[in-house]
Each structure stands twice: as C-alpha cells, then as structure tokens.
C-alpha cells in the first residue's frame, strides 16, 4: 500500500483578500415560478473578502437569490458565475464543493442528529471516504502527526506498523474541526445535544458553525438575527466580523437595519425581484427608492 | 410528552440500556458481547430450567427450536439489512421481500444442477451432465445481482419522495414473484429443487433433520454484517445516511449527493436481503414463487419499525419479536394476527419511535472525555 499522506483541509484564511477582486457574479439573473417574477433580470457582484448586506421587503426576493446561488432552484435565465466557475443549474453539492455555504430562513439542522454530529455532516463535504473505504479501511496512511493518532497506546502502537485509515483520520480530524467550530460560534457547552432540544439561539448558530465546516469561501446567511434579542444581535454582529476575519466573503440577509449597517461593506437593495440600489450601507439607507420601498409607497418606476 | 407515567419510565429506562452500553469501556464491553455470543452459539442445546422454557419444542407438536432459532437470525439479518433503508436513510421500502427473493433465487438458478439455468449453461458450453456453479460463487454472484436489482430500482425510483416511493417498491416486490412464477427459465410455480447446501467436509453437516448448524451459520453471517453495518453506520456514509432522512434539502446544501447515497443504501440493502434469501433458499432446499408474498415485505418493515427504526439492537429485537414470540406462542395461533395488530397499534400510539428509540451517542469515550475537558476549559 502507498504511503500516502493527505494535507489538512484547505482553508481559505491564507487567501489574498483584496477589495477588487471579484468572488460571485449575479449576471442577468430571472427567476420565474409560474407567473411569479421572485428575481427579475437581477445584476450584482461580491468581491472577495467584503461583508454584502442583501436587503429588502419582504417578498422582495433575497431568499430565492440565495436558493438560485445554492443550486436548489435553477434561474430561469441569466447567469452566475463564482470564482470563475459558472453554477447556475449545478446541484447544490457541486456548488457547495466548489465553495459556497448557507443558512436557512427557517431553521433546518439535522434535528435527530447531535450539535456535534451536525456540523460533521458539513466537514463531510471536503471528506474522502467511501462506503467500501467505511466497511473494509483499507486505504491506509502513515507518518500522520501525533495528533492525529489514536490516544490508545496500544493503538498507537500499532498505528506506527499498519498505518491508520483514512476513515479514522478524517473522523478525527473532522471531529477536532468540528469542536473548534462549536467554540467558535459559542455553544460548544451543548455539542453532545440533539439539535432539536437546543434554544433557538444555540439552532442558529449551530447552523453557522455547520455551514462554516464546509470550508466555503462564500457564506450566506439568511436572516441569522431573526428572532434575536439586542444582546443576541450584537453578538452575532461580532460573530459575523470574526467570520470575516478567518479570511472569508460573507453574504447577509437581513432585516434589522442597524445590525446591517452595523456590519456590512455594501448593501444590495430588492424589491419585487429587482435591484433598486447598491452601494454603501451611508449612501443606501438615504436611497429615496430604498425609503420608499421600506415604507410601502407604491413604486413610481 | 406525557412522561410522567411510571409505566413510560421503565420503558425508558430499558431503552437505555444498550446506550449505556455503548459508553461502557473496552474491558466491560468486549467480554460482555463475547459471554452473549457464546450464550447464542450455545442456545439450541439450552436445557437448564428455568430458562428452557424459553424453547418452541417444549409441547409435541411445537416447532424445531433450530429452526426456529435459525429462522430468528435469518431475520435479523434481514432487519438489519432493511434498518439501512428504513432506519438510516430514511427511505420506506415496501418490496423488500423482492431483494430477498433476488438472493433465493440466485443461488437456485445458478447452484442447483436442477435449475433451467445450469442445464442451459451446461449444454451450450458442453459440461457434464449435473453441473451447476459452485457454492461459494453464488455468494459474490448472488450480491451482484442483488446489487443491480437494487441498483435497477433505485436509479429511476429514487427522485420519488415518501409515499410514492413505498408504491413503487411495494410494486417491485411483486413483479419479482410474478415473474418468477409465470416464466419457464425459473421453473414456474413449482420452482427449483436441490439448491446446494454449503460446502462442508462431511456430507451430513449441514443436513435438513438437525438444524443447529444452519442456526450456526446464519448467527455467524449475522454477526459479521452488524459489524461491518455499524461501520457504516459511525461513518461519513451513516451520517449523509441521517442528514438525508433528516432533511434531504438541507443535506445537498451541505454537500452530500443525496441521490448517490440513498442508491448506496438500497444497494446495500439489497445485497443484505439477498444474502438472507440465499441462506433461506440454501436450507430448505428449493424455492418456490410463494415464499415470496408482499405480506412478507410488511412483516420486515413491522420488524424494522417496532425496534425502533435507525437503531440496529432495536431492529434486531424487532426480528425477535416477530419471529419468535408467534412460534413460543403456537397455542394462541388463531389470536396471531389480532394480537400482532393490537401490538403494533400499541407501539405506535404509546411508543411512536419504537421500543429502543435510536440513540445517537458520544464514541471513543476516551477521546470524547479529553474534547469534553477542552470545551469546559475554553468556556
Ligand atoms: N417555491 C416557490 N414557488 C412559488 N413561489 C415562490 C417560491 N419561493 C418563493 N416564491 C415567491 O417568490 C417571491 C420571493 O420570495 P422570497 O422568499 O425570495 O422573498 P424574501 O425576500 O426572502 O422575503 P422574506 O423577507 O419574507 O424572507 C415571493 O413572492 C414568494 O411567494
Ligand atoms: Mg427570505
């Protein structure tokens, strides 16, 4: 068997973050149920390592933007290009692969799975092993660093002759990320709970950490605040400037005005599907069209 | 819940038992499965009161305890196989009775030197008369075809969600028996006799008058496949198995090609059905179209679905169960199916995720203590 020896996974935090380049393109995107126009010929960019506020009435079309970007609805027209790769119409695996992560509107974790067992599901996604590799672990690999060892000592031991599976390196590796992610959103207290008993704080950010274990480049986060406290909020504002930090481009739904001009870089505005405005969080918010939008009156265009 | 009655709390507290279990070090562990294996292997000779009474044969016209042991474990290897479908992936599998019909009838068709199959094979390639494949070849052949048979069913099926799924495959099971029944290659109503025993140095080991052996052999098959399913099962497959009966959408959104592991789990649960009806097929002898019925099919989702779906201990005891007590119980025989209605409803009411629920829980304690520790310290 070869020795093999497979490199840490990849994470984007060495990545140069310059505010030019470009990570996702939304170019000319149309996206019609019936006679439903939720995204109409909708044009925006998302540079790397910026903070983009999406914003809007309700309706306006946010989620269905982030469902197209995901691959669980294919735009009627138009196209989306993220880090060179076109992925409109790509499963929403392939573009999870390729880079992208989210959260849900409305909360959907694993609910019978652990807070733990959640966010390995997301550490999955850059994992290797089979189902053959699961049953029969033959892949094996050897000269790992200590840490990635069994604890065992006979284990250990014996690690040092037949090597370890690929299986158990991952596992182990995975699990160490994962624990690490629950630390870092803050509910590691609670990692060995099934999902479905944590409070709705802990669901939401259970939900970050599990996007965050894909290693994307690109996070979405739908409405994370909703149903927060002022407390909770200013947490999560914190939260989302430390995700940035690691070296990723993060995309935020939201409602609450002052957490998105708190956090964001620049803010896209949609109403009825359309872009109406774009620009930073100062010169939006006095958007006459953002204004009007915001307080219903009908619109002159 | 309402979870306050006494009576819910013992059953909880049961159902607790194997979790506990799965927690216990290394040293308690590994003697204890091998005191509980060696208590399975001695079983058919079990003659100790008061624990004898616990035997089908106790009455003149009960049935042969062997049998019946061994009919229990042929089961169980079906319950874990339909556990995989059912309890891990999620996907409600009516005509799993067809996989298992799959592996009787591999092994029929191609081992038995009886078989239309081997006599056509035979003269085409001009063996000798009486040929049939060897035994051990039907095993791997036996699972390939299961695996294509799953495989056949499950590309164009599985984009079906819940209902129309359980349909479709409930049809599967069906079409399986009636195509067996009404062509000439499988031997029609009557179907195929002398399908081969395994091969065994002395002629009589496996013989169909003392049955222990059979028992012995199935338990040993039955062991290895729980070992390599939980394999399975606290791995990336077992996980993206959960995610995907969780919530399928939100799994793809977490990279897990959802179509490619609920194939994997009917193939993997047709290929345990089939080894079954392979080792069904093997000791009785012959197959016929009517050991194949849909009710069949019900009987191993009740199985799966009363232990308690996604746990195989639960799943295990759910083929107990079901095997058992009806055989234990022969002098109630007309009250069987009253008795396994009310049953069922009653697990269904008072306990919806079965008897021993699936818990999900924290492995290699000894690595789980030390994150445990660091969380604590970091918080
Ligand atoms: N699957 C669907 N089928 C039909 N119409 C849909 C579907 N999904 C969304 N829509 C419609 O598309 C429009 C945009 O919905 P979307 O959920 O994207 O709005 P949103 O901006 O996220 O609103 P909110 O702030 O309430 O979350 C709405 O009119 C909605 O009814
Ligand atoms: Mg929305």
């Known amino acids: ?301 | 819940m309402t979870d306050t009655t006494p009576q819910k709390s013992v059953l909880k507290r049961v159902a607790a038992v194997p979790s506990l279990l799965g927690g216990a070090p290394q040293w308690v562990k590994v003697p204890l499965i091998l005191l509980v294996l060696s208590f399975c292997v001695y079983l058919p000779f079990l003659n100790i009161l008061p624990f004898a009474y616990i035997r089908t044969d106790l009455r003149p016209n009960g049935s042969d305890w062997s049998t019946v042991l061994f009919t229990i474990a042929l089961y169980m290897i079906v319950a874990v196989g339909l556990n995989v479908v059912i309890g891990w992936a999620g996907l409600l599998d009516l005509g799993y009775v067809g996989f298992y019909a799959v592996g009787a009838y591999s092994i029929a068709l191609f081992g038995s030197p009886a078989s239309p199959v081997t006599k056509a094979i035979a003269a085409q390639f001009g063996l000798p008369e009486g040929w049939s494949m060897a035994f051990a070849a039907c095993i791997p052949l036996a699972i390939c075809i299961a695996l294509i048979a799953g495989v056949i069913l499950g590309a164009p099926t599985l984009r079906l969600r819940g209902d129309y799924l359980a349909i479709v495959t409930m049809g599967f099971g069906e079409i399986i028996r009636i195509v067996m029944r009404n062509s000439t290659w499988t031997g029609g109503p009557a179907g195929i006799i002398a399908v081969p025993e395994p091969p065994a140095a002395d002629e009589d080991f496996f013989n169909t008058i003392d049955v222990h052996r059979w028992y012995w052999l199935a338990l040993a098959v039955l062991v290895i496949l729980i070992w390599l399913m939980r394999r399975l099962e606290h791995s990336r497959v077992g996980r993206a198995w959960l995610a995907i009966r969780e919530d399928e959408d939100a799994a793809a959104v977490m990279g897990v090609n959802a179509f490619k592991y609920k194939l994997w789990a009917f193939a993997i649960g047709a290929s345990l059905g089939a080894i079954a009806g392979l080792l069904f097929a093997s000791k009785q002898a012959y197959v016929e179209p009517n050991g194949f019925q849909l009710n069949l099919s019900f009987l191993f989702v009740a199985m799966v679905v009363i232990g308690g779906s996604g746990n195989i201990w639960g799943a295990l005891f759910g083929a107990f169960l079901i095997t058992y007590l009806p055989e234990r119980f022969r002098e109630f025989e007309s009250w069987r199916p009253l008795a396994f209605g009310v049953a069922l409803v009653a697990i269904m009411v008072l306990r919806p995720q079965g008897l021993f629920p699936n818990r999900r829980r924290a492995r290699e304690l000894e690595d789980r203590k030390h994150e445990a520790e660091e969380a604590a310290a970091d918080a």
């Open chain 1, 1 to 301: 068997m070869p020795e093999q020896t497979i490199p840490e996974s990849t994470s984007v935090q060495d990545a140069p973050i310059s505010d030019s380049e470009v990570l996702l393109t939304v170019d000319h995107v149309t996206l019609r149920f019936g006679g439903v126009v939720a995204l109409n010929d909708v044009d925006f960019e998302i540079r790397t390592g910026e903070i983009l506020g999406l914003i809007g009435p309700n309706g306006a079309g946010k989620t269905t933007c982030f469902n197209a970007m995901t691959g669980v609805y294919k735009p009627t027209s138009g196209s989306i290009t993220f880090d060179g790769t076109q992925i409109a119409g790509s499963k929403p695996h392939q573009i999870t692969a390729l880079g992208i992560a989210r959260t849900f509107q409305n909360i959907r974790l694993f609910p019978e799975m652990s807070a733990l067992e959640n966010v390995m599901v997301g550490c999955d996604a850059r994992n290797k092993t089979s189902v053959l590799g699961a049953l029969f672990r033959m892949y094996r690999i050897w000269g790992l660093p200590e840490e990635d060892l069994p604890r065992n000592p006979v284990r250990r031991a014996l690690a040092k002759v037949i090597g370890v599976s690929r299986h158990e390196v991952e596992e182990r590796r995975s699990r160490r990320k994962s624990w690490e992610l629950l630390r870092f959103v803050g509910i590691a207290d609670r990692a060995d709970e099934l999902s479905r008993n944590l409070p709705y704080g802990y669901q939401r950010r259970l939900e970050i950490a599990r996007a965050l274990a894909t290693d994307p480049k690109l996070l979405c986060l739908d409405e994370p605040a909703a149903g927060f406290n002022p407390a909770e909020k200013e947490d999560l504002m914190g939260l989302i400037r430390r995700i940035r930090d690691r070296g990723l481009t993060v995309l935020l739904i939201e409602h609450d005005m002052r957490l998105v001009m708190g956090v964001t870089d620049r803010i896209v505005v949609l109403e009825f599907g359309s872009k109406i405005a774009e620009g930073a969080p100062a010169v939006v918010a006095r958007d006459p069209k953002v204004i009007a939008a915001y307080l219903g009156e009908p619109d002159a265009a």
